[in-house]
T-cell receptor, first 115, second 115 residues
Framework: EPEVTQTPSHQVTQMGQEVILRCVPISNHLYFYWYRQILGQKVEFLVSFYNNEISEKSEIFDDQFSVERPDGSNFTLKIRSTKLEDSAMYFC?????WGIGEKLFFGSGTQLSVL | AQKVTQAQTEISVVEKEDVTLDCVYETRDTTYYLFWYKQPPSGELVFLIRRNSFDEQNEISGRYSWNFQKSTSSFNFTITASQVVDSAVYFCALSGQGGSEKLVFGKGMKLTVNP
């Protein structure tokens, strides 16, 4: 079955450093998402992306965050200057349709640790 | 605002026992969808089921069954004759018109099935 692939699985960085989390969505999907889960807390929506534009973003997704689809296969999340509170599991997801109720396919996540 | 509550944080059962995972939701939307996702030790979020707000029929898929009751705003998940492979964290989630396609997750419930 097709799957969403995320790299790296673990990322350790120093506070203030930039990180890029990478995702390869399912090939025929057009809608892409990032979610994150701080340890012990809920999985939270960060951003959705379609047609090279952000469709929706949450309050968490401030100016320190950006997303990009640099080529036909990758979808990246960049955090410009990491903070301790950015430590979390970051999940990428994709779907082939838009709208409420659509099934999202998630990757295995990238565990980001900011020291 | 939309909210999903999974009151149980952790359950431990012995193989072959039945177990029910509770999910209570809040939404002002008239059209919404409810989901269950499974997160095995490998980390990815695996889609299990989706129900829309107009379909209150219970659903059974093998050992899994779901009980959707709008009157109590609940969408409970039962695993019959649990197996060790069912050990995972299970998330209930909600999406609705107010939040477009983004999912609002519960905190998750860790199920451990012991041999």
């Amino acid at each position: 079955e097709p799957e969403v692939t995320q790299t790296p699985s673990h990322q350790v960085t120093q506070m203030g450093q930039e990180v890029i989390l990478r995702c390869v969505p399912i090939s025929n999907h057009l809608y892409f998402y990032w979610y994150r889960q701080i340890l012990g807390q809920k999985v939270e929506f960060l951003v959705s992306f379609y047609n090279n534009e952000i469709s929706e973003k949450s309050e968490i997704f401030d100016d320190q965050f950006s997303v990009e689809r640099p080529d036909g296969s990758n979808f990246t999340l960049k955090i410009r200057s990491t903070k301790l509170e950015d430590s979390a599991m970051y999940f990428c997801a994709s779907s082939d349709r838009w709208g409420i109720g659509e099934k999202l396919f998630f990757g295995s996540g990238t565990q980001l640790s900011v020291l | 605002a939309q909210k999903v509550t999974q009151a149980q944080t952790e359950i431990s059962v012995v193989e072959k026992e039945d177990v029910t995972l509770d999910c209570v939701y809040e939404t002002r939307d008239t059209t919404y969808y409810l989901f269950w996702y499974k997160q095995p030790p490998s980390g990815e979020l695996v889609f299990l089921i989706r129900r829309n707000s107009f379909d209150e029929q219970n659903e059974i898929s093998g050992r899994y069954s779901w009980n959707f009751q709008k009157s109590t705003s609940s969408f409970n998940f039962t695993i019959t004759a649990s197996q060790v492979v069912d050990s995972a964290v299970y998330f209930c989630a909600l999406s609705g018109q107010g939040g477009s396609e983004k999912l609002v997750f519960g905190k998750g419930m860790k199920l451990t099935v012991n041999p």
